[in-house]
């Protein structure tokens, strides 16, 4: 079923009274609806998506208290005593490691960035902001607890909503999809979408050509600008002014697609088939003039056939 068909031509435009180019797609947007069909994605397919469920983090992120620094971390007991040092140094944690060392009271550990917090660590001081000799560390000034740490679920909480329903994927969302250990996303359906360029002048570019035709250039225009992942777009190609053959066009597209896009024919001259062929199919039409030379011309027209 094609939702709506928004059908674009050449003329002048030299009258008042004309619609500009928003005022036309609120009209055309009017008669089409969102697709209901829903299907699930992999991680890796789902850019150029639309979600139709809201998205949530099955996990906190960060997932653990993180280092936000390459730096010393200080013990709760010395963050409590305002303490400068001189601290032992007590080990290393880098991002990604397993291993904690046990930590006491005038002990520090060298954490870097991204690196699991201890959990006797109050603070964590940057390395411009110590003075390290041998294994004896000392800080400029007393740590505030919580110094440079990224606390657990600081960006998300757990079961935290971190998509909308409705929205239009994109990197950025890839990136908190996978941070937050996605592997599948629920999309709307692809919009069924097809492209039919009208007129006996036309022929597709590197067939062969008449010497009263020209190359079709809208079809392969509407194609670029419709190229998306959430579109399944299907290419019809060119038809001629003959309205019986206009008509089983149209009427099996609206069998067939959501959205049926045609180039020329509403101009209203005799060549001119598209809207009459439209209604012989069944469907419904609404003809509007455009403030655009060229351009002029454009119908949007609906039909519930399937």
Sequence with gaps: MWEGLVLFTESVCDRPGLLGVDAALKIARGVVAPVAGKETVALRACAGRITIVPV?????????????????????????????????????????????????????????????????????????????????????????????????????????????????????HVAILSASGATHVKVRRRVRVAVLSTGDELTRPGGSRRPHQIYDSNGPMLQALFSSPALELRMLGCCPDDPKRLT??????????????????????????????????GGSCEKLSLALKPGKPLAVHLSTRR
């Design 56 to 172: 949530v983090s099955e996990i906190p992120l960060p997932p653990f208290d993180q280092s936000a620094v390459d730096g010393y971390g200080i013990h709760a007991g010395d963050v409590a005593a305002a303490s400068t040092g001189p601290f032992q140094l007590a080990g290393k944690v880098v991002a990604g490691s397993f291993a904690a060392p046990g930590l006491a009271a005038g002990e520090v550990v060298r954490l870097l960035t991204g690196a699991a917090v201890p959990k006797r660590v109050a603070a964590v001081v940057m390395e411009e902001r110590a003075t390290a000799r041998e294994r004896n560390v000392t800080i400029e000034k007393p740590a505030e607890a919580g110094l440079n740490i990224r606390r657990s679920g600081e960006d998300v909480g757990i079961r935290s909503e971190i998509i909308e329903a409705g929205t239009l994927i994109d990197a950025r």
């Design 248 to 281: 089983r066009q149209i009427a099996r597209a609206a069998r067939t697609f959501d959205l049926l896009i045609c180039s020329g024919g509403v101009s209203g001259s005799d060549a001119d088939h598209v809207v009459s062929s439209v209604l012989a199919a």
